[in-house]
């Protein structure tokens, strides 16, 4: 075979070699460790969950060691685009503090343009340089056409399917596939002639030099060292339309663009002779691979799937609206990429999750679990960490757009929200009420007449006549003037005067001898203000309400019962 006119015949157009390519795309220059790595979305929809992981690692990789973090569009499969995605893609993954340094980056208009100079970062647009490495391989007879397409051969298999149905000899389908390619690799420079004279349209494929039989060895900077088999499958690098595979684009790719780590989902693995291959046969060094297991759920009967796309959780574009702050999903998810996360954030309480020392060596080869308890956990942390000015704009914020009524009246009176998000804020050991933004208006909605309701009722198993006379009694004594203290002292004398232990040692000695104790006073009257059991400080919060409204719902609430 005449490699070099079969080259020709296949691509006559192209007139670019190699050479050419390596001279346009120089290599970076960058200091020692660097690490270059790029987040390589196919923009098909929504950022899952399972993304934001590997693009937190490439971002973490690169800027940790002074390296360059970009984004390359992978829209090879134009069925499976979806306009606007990938404009939806960046802004999502930069609220992630997800920010590439390079690559397809949102321009003022809000339209995607390229930064840096190995462009374009649209695989849509770099046909002529996979076509100019397509063509090197031809010539070097380690690539060959194919006129039975890719789809001639799906067909081949969903009728073979059918037929498999009936008699399960997947085996067959498997040798049937293999014959075809076989087959292919002998065609004569005649043949391909005809077909393209007859506009037949070919599939490149490449020309396995892999034994299925025997082992490629390389260590997974995740997943460690590993042996899989040889890759002996003719697999396709061009489509009919000449658009490359995943395979071959990333090959390509990786390479011109200078990533040294090249980070992504564990779903690829299997992939990964075909790729080794590939970067042997085209004179490429192959880069660092970092394979990242999947994120799983547990399912109803507690057992581990994978979490997937309709799975709540799944859509990062959810999070604003259930109210999670971008810290507090970004800090979840360093727990759960590094195990030390948490530890090293406990000494540091006041550092950044990005000056965290992220190591890929501490990373989960098995798969880490998503879970709702431990993201509130996070969450609450952070939340409290806020000062009350931080939390209510935060929450205002949040509401006027999912919740207006409620941030209408927040907004209404900034400072009185304020004094309510003050409370128990700002110590060592701050409040955790809210997991999230959206916790807020059930946590202190009582603060305001509009939301206020009686949410309980008394237990049945208290004296209504207490619970009048505690009320009716708060009212004679209550000075707004007085402090914590006195305001206390008050409530104690309240307790005594109706058979109430005040003093709770004397109450824990002998409960038989009191009708209660001085909690239950302090209850009987949060009931009415607040409309729950279960409030912050009661003193605080009606230093903030103000006499006339405590009372007012005092009133209200001695009236019904
Ligand atoms: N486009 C591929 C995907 O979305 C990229 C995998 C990679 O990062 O190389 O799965």
Redesign the pocket.
């Given at each position: 075979m005449d490699f070099e006119r079969l080259a020709e015949l296949l691509f006559p157009n192209i007139k670019t070699t190699p050479e050419d390519m390596e001279a346009r795309y120089p290599r970076r220059e960058l200091k020692e460790g660097a690490a270059v790595t790029?987040?390589?979305?196919?923009p098909?929809g929504f950022v899952h969950f399972g993304?934001l992981f590997?693009s937190t690692v490439g971002e973490r990789m690169a800027h940790l060691s002074g390296g360059v973090f970009y984004l390359?569009i992978?829209d090879t499969d134009a069925k499976r685009e979806v306009p606007g995605a990938a404009e939806g893609l960046i802004k999502t993954l930069a609220r992630y503090g997800v920010n590439f340094d390079e690559g397809a980056i949102l321009d003022e208009n809000g339209n995607i343009s390229d930064k840096g100079i190995y462009g374009p970062y649209k695989q849509s647009q770099r046909k002529e340089i996979y076509q100019t490495f397509a063509k090197a391989l031809v010539k070097e007879g380690k690539a060959y056409p194919a006129f039975t397409t890719e789809e001639e051969l799906e067909q081949l298999n969903s009728v073979n399917k059918k037929e498999e149905i009936k008699n399960t000899n997947w085996e067959a389908e498997a040798e049937a596939r293999r014959a075809e390619m076989l087959a292919g690799r002998n065609i004569t420079i005649e043949e391909v002639e005809k077909n393209l004279a007859e506009g037949n349209p070919f599939v490149l494929r490449i020309l396995a030099d892999g034994d299925g039989e025997r082992k490629v060895k390389m260590t997974d900077l995740v997943k460690g060292d590993l042996e899989l088999p040889e890759n002996d499958e003719d697999f396709v690098l061009l489509k009919s339309d000449g658009i490359p595979t995943?395979h071959f684009a990333?090959a390509v790719d990786?390479h011109l663009m200078g990533t040294t780590h090249?980070?992504?989902?564990e779903?690829?693995l299997p992939s990964l002779p075909k790729h080794l291959q590939l970067f042997r046969y085209l004179g490429f060094k192959a880069p660092k691979f970092m394979h990242i297991s999947q994120i799983m759920k547990l399912d109803e009967n507690g057992n581990k799937k994978k979490l997937s796309k309709r799975d709540m959780g799944a859509n990062m574009d959810d999070y604003t609206g259930m109210g999670y702050t971008p810290e507090a999903v970004c800090e979840y998810v360093m727990t759960l990429l590094n195990s030390n996360y948490e530890e090293w954030h406990a000494q540091n309480p006041d550092k950044h999750y990005k000056e965290f020392p992220f190591s890929a060596k501490k990373m989960s080869v098995s798969g880490c679990l998503f879970d709702y308890d431990k993201l509130n956990d996070v969450s609450k942390n952070v939340l409290s960490r806020m000062t009350a000015e931080d939390i209510t704009a935060k929450v205002t914020e949040w509401a006027l757009e999912f919740d207006p009524e409620f941030g209408k009246l927040l907004a209404r009176d900034k400072e009185y929200a304020e004094k309510i998000f003050a409370i128990g804020r700002g110590g060592k050991k701050p409040r955790k009420d809210l997991a999230t933004l959206a916790d807020a208006k059930g946590y202190m909605g009582f603060f305001y007449d509009e939301l206020y309701k009686v949410e309980e009722e008394y237990p049945e198993s208290f004296d209504k006549a207490d619970i009048k006379a505690t009320l009716n009694s708060f009212m004679e004594t209550y000075d707004y003037a007085d402090d914590m203290n006195t305001w206390f002292e008050k409530i104690k004398a309240i307790a005594d005067s109706l058979g109430y232990a005040s003093d709770m040692k004397a109450y824990k000695a002998d409960p038989e001898a009191f009708k209660g104790n001085v909690a239950d006073i302090s209850m009987f009257i949060r009931l009415a203000v607040t409309g729950k059991t279960n409030a912050p400080d009661l003193y605080t919060v009606m230093q903030i309400m103000g006499k006339d409204r405590v009372f007012d719902r005092i009133n209200k609430m001695t009236a019904s019962i």
């Open positions: 790029r987040f390589a979305p196919s098909t993304g590997p390359r992978e995943y990333h990786d090249v980070i992504r989902g779903e690829w």
